[in-house]
């Protein structure tokens, strides 16, 4: 089940917040362009980047996302591979990130917020005006957008096999496609 429509109707099916559903459309943005570069199934990680956090809105704790997600998606036909990249985007489920498309969706997940965040502080609210290097220095302080895990862009980076400042250029251009469906 890689069909984004279907993808879409689910995630709008558990997720109310605008916010989570813009952060879902982020990640997964970032998801098709890193599936486009490495020839990798785009529907598939497209896919896996809208349903990350779907069960999020309804399920918060620790104790039930992303385990409440992967059950909902396995009753409803979802693949094991899709189902194994989504549990492994959290570190405390146990599950060790293995594919590509694992390393990328938790590399993207963090990222795609952090950018979010700067782009709302900046004077446009655009993404027009976030460069790499303003995320880098966003990064340092630990006041801005404190519940984005640093360490988490960094190793995200590292696991994927990408330099840092060349995945966040490269996170940035890919939301700056879907900008006006992000608001940004």
């Not at 519940?147 to 990408?162: M, Y």
Request: charged share 30%; with cysteine; aromatic share 8%.
């Amino acid at each position: 089940m890689n069909d984004r429509n279907a993808a879409w109707c689910l995630l709008t099916e558990f997720t109310q917040s605008e916010s989570l559903r813009k952060h879902a459309l982020a990640v997964e943005a970032c998801m098709r362009a890193y599936a486009k570069r490495l020839s990798a199934d785009e529907d598939l990680w497209s896919a896996v980047g809208l349903l990350h956090d779907f069960d999020y809105d309804k399920y918060p704790s620790a104790q039930e996302h992303p385990y409440q997600g992967t059950q909902i998606l396995k009753e409803r036909g979802y693949s094991d591979e899709i189902r194994r990249a989504i549990m492994s985007h959290a570190d405390y489920t146990g599950v060790t990130r293995e594919t590509a498309m694992e390393k990328a969706l938790f590399a993207c997940d963090e990222l795609a917020g952090f950018i979010t965040a700067i782009a709302l502080v900046k004077p446009g609210k655009s993404l027009a005006e976030v460069e790499a290097k303003s995320v880098r220095k966003k990064m340092k302080d630990k006041a801005f957008a404190r519940s984005v895990s640093r360490d988490d862009i960094v190793n995200g980076a590292k696991e994927l096999g990408v330099e840092l400042d060349e995945h966040i250029a490269f996170c940035i251009e890919a939301m700056k496609g879907i900008a006006a469906e992000l608001g940004l």
